[in-house]
């Protein structure tokens, strides 16, 4: 069995592969729902609070997209993490990271398979989250805005594949999948907190994580480019830094 097989059936037996899809159609099932029915949930919980009113905008697609990109870039990239840290960590246990360094003639050989086959079930567990909030929008909400939807689904890819680089940077100098999933969350969470300012926000590629709540709203494809420029160059650094790092690490 090669490497890229083993990843795919390590994926399929460990099921992985259900936390990541069923998280995100989890959310992209649900938001839109809740999204169009909002004010009669709150009407019924109101309906005992003499007094009380709240009124709200008429729902539209562009929220209810909004509020599934929220929830997928937030809760789905923490599974994502999570999944990947332990995918990454290939040293865990140590017999495992003998086995496979005696075996294998380079790092990236070993590397490489992990990386591609997370990237590519992270992307498409967030592809079908997408299609489900699509599906569900259109049917309660009205006609869907194709072009965004379908610029979301390249940069999405792009962009968890930053992710799962980052999880590999740094599961080549921590040995613990807990401490490799906080330091990661670590990295992801002040990328968005140097946006505060404008000028670099729009160059972050945690920008490309909910691009769909700009995208519906009208927001250009062609606005994310310094984002998309920025996780290819970080991209690379965080594939070149991997394979330094498992290279000089010590069992």
Do not use: H
């Amino acid at each position: 069995m090669t490497l890229w097989k083993l990843e795919i059936a390590r994926l399929i037996r460990t099921k992985r592969v259900i936390a990541l899809v069923g998280v995100f159609l989890f959310f992209g099932l649900t938001d839109p729902l809740i999204t169009t029915y909002l004010d009669k949930i709150l009407a019924f919980f109101q309906s005992s609070l003499e007094g009380a009113g709240l009124s709200l905008p008429a729902p539209t697609v562009a929220q209810a997209l909004a509020d599934y990109a929220g929830d997928a870039a937030q809760i789905g990239t923490i599974v994502v993490v999570a999944i990947a840290a332990g995918t990454m960590n290939f040293d865990a246990p140590p017999e495992m990271g003998v086995f496979l360094r005696t075996r294998v003639r380079s790092i990236s050989r070993i590397l490489l398979p992990r990386v591609v086959v997370m990237t590519l079930a992270a992307g498409t567990a967030q592809l079908l989250g997408t299609v489900a909030a699509g599906y569900e929008s259109a049917v309660l909400l009205g006609s869907l805005p194709w072009a965004a939807l379908i610029a979301f689904a390249i940069v999405d890819y792009l962009a968890l594949g930053l992710v799962v680089l980052i999880v590999s940077a740094l599961a080549q100098s921590l040995r613990s999948t807990v401490a490799i999933v906080m330091a990661s969350l670590g990295v992801l969470v002040a990328m968005p907190i140097l946006g505060i300012v404008p000028e670099i926000g729009r160059w972050l590629p945690t920008r490309l994580l909910g691009s769909l709540a700009e995208l519906s709203s009208g927001g250009s494809a062609v606005s994310l480019w310094p984002a998309v420029l920025t996780t290819i160059a970080l991209g690379g650094a965080c594939w070149w830094m991997s394979v330094v790092q498992a290279g000089r690490r010590e069992l």
